[in-house]
C-alpha cells in the first residue's frame, strides 16, 4: 500500500499543492493519505480531485485581510482566521467549496492528526469522522499556537496537529503502509532548527504547558523522524519530497510571486517522482 505523509507548514504548503496537480495529471491515486496542518487541507482536496483549488487558496485568498493579518486579530482574536477559511469559502454555497461527497467516495483512505492542548496527545482524526460543511477537524489540525485561538471539540481545545506528531510516518506504516512519498515544505535541515516563536510561546504558554514541551522539541523530534526517514529512503521504502528553496517564504509570508514559483516548483517534483516511482 502506496501513502503519502504531508507534514503542512502554512502558505508553503503550496509546495504539496503542486505536486499533488501533477499526481492528477498524471492520474496517481494514493492508497493513504495522512495529513499534518495544512498537509491534511491539500490532501482532502486531491481525493476531491479538485485540481488547482488549492493554488487558489494560497494565491489568492491568503493575501486577504479577511483570513489573515492585524484586522484579522482584531476582529476574531485570531491572525488567521479558520472559519474564513474552513467555512466561508469551503462551504457548499462558498466562494470555492470542497467537494466533500467525492473525496468521501475515494476508495483511498484519508486521515488527519490533531493536537489535544491539556496533555499534548495526537488524536489521529479518520475521514469518516467528517461531517458535510462542517470541517472542524482541518481548523484544528491548522490551530496554530499564538496565531489562532485553539479549536474547541467536544469540549475540548486542539492546536495544530504537527506539535504533537510532526512527521507522521511510524502512524503510516501502523495503518498499513508499505511504501511511503514523504512531504516536507521547506528542506529537510531547516527541520533541525527551534521555532521562531519560542520566546513569546514561553510567556503566553501558562494555561496549555504541554504545547510549549511540545514546541520546544519539535526540532529534537524532527531530526530523529529524519534520521530514520533517510534510511528508510536508502532501503526504497520512503521517497521524500522536499524543495531546493522556499523563495524566502515563511509560515504565513505574503508573497504571490514566491507562491507561484513554490507551486510550479512542487509540479515539477510530482512529476519526477512519478517518472522515478
Request: hydrophobic share 35%.
Amino acid at each position: 500500500m502506496t501513502g503519502i505523509v504531508d507534514v503542512g507548514g502554512g502558505i508553503r504548503g503550496v509546495f504539496s499543492s503542486g505536486i499533488y496537480d501533477a499526481f492528477l495529471d498524471e492520474g496517481f491515486q494514493a492508497d493513504y493519505c495522512l495529513g499534518v496542518s495544512a498537509g491534511a487541507a491539500n490532501l482532502i482536496t486531491y481525493l476531491a480531485r479538485q485540481r488547482g483549488r488549492t493554488l487558489t487558496f494560497y494565491h489568492e485568498y491568503f493575501m486577504r485581510k479577511e483570513l489573515l493579518g492585524l484586522e484579522t486579530f482584531l476582529k476574531k482574536g485570531s491572525f488567521l482566521d479558520l472559519d474564513y477559511l474552513y467555512s466561508t469559502l469551503s462551504n457548499e454555497g462558498g466562494e470555492n467549496p470542497l467537494d466533500f461527497d467525492c473525496a468521501m467516495a475515494s476508495e483511498s483512505a484519508f486521515k488527519l492528526v490533531i493536537t489535544r492542548a491539556k496533555d499534548g496527545k495526537a488524536c489521529y482524526i479518520d475521514k469518516s469522522q467528517f461531517t458535510k460543511n462542517d470541517y472542524i477537524y482541518l481548523k484544528a489540525t491548522c490551530c496554530l499556537p499564538l496565531v489562532c485561538k485553539p479549536v474547541r471539540i467536544d469540549g475540548e481545545d486542539y492546536y495544530d496537529g504537527g506539535l504533537a506528531d510532526p512527521i507522521p510516518y511510524k502512524k503510516a506504516f501502523e495503518d498499513g503502509c508499505d511504501k511511503l512519498i514523504v512531504v516536507l515544505t521547506k528542506p529537510r535541515s531547516e527541520y533541525l532548527i527551534p521555532m521562531e516563536y519560542l520566546p513569546v510561546l514561553r510567556k503566553f504558554s501558562g494555561r496549555y504547558p504541554e504545547i510549549l514541551r511540545l514546541s520546544e522539541t519539535m526540532h529534537k523530534r524532527n531530526a530523529e523522524a529524519l534520521a530514520e526517514l533517510e534510511v528508510l529512503e536508502k532501503e526504497g521504502k520512503v521517497i521524500i519530497a522536499e524543495p531546493d528553496s522556499c523563495y524566502g517564504m515563511k509560515t504565513l509570508t505574503k508573497d504571490t510571486d514566491a507562491v507561484l514559483k513554490m507551486y510550479y516548483h512542487g509540479y515539477e517534483k510530482g512529476i519526477r517522482i512519478m517518472q522515478n516511482a
